[in-house]
C-alpha cells in the first residue's frame, strides 16, 4: 500500500487496495502515520476492498482516539459504506463523501 502524507491536512492516503492479503501491511503504515500525527485517511484512492478495510479502518480510528485525537474518513467508497452498513459498523465510521 502505498501511502502520501498529505502536508496541508496531515492526511494520509488509503491506497487503492485494501484487502484481506493487504490489510496487515496496511494497518501497520496506517498506525505508523497516525503515530506521527496524521489525523486522517482519504479513501478517494480506494478501489478494491473487502471487510478487512473496514477492520483497518476502524483501528485506526481506534489507534487515533487512543492519543486523543480525531480521526477523519474522507472520500470512503459507496461500496464500502454499505459493506459497513450491512456489518451495523456504520456508525462507527465517522466518514465524510
Known sequence: MSEVLSPVANRFASGATLTHASAKAALAAGLERIAAGAGGVDCAPLTQFDSSALAVLLA???AAQARG??????NLPAGLASLAQAY??????????
Open 60 to 62: 485506526w480510528q481506534r
Open 69 to 74: 485525537a480525531a480521526f477523519e474518513i474522507l
Open 88 to 97: 451495523g459498523v456504520d456508525t462507527l465510521l465517522p466518514a465524510r463523501h
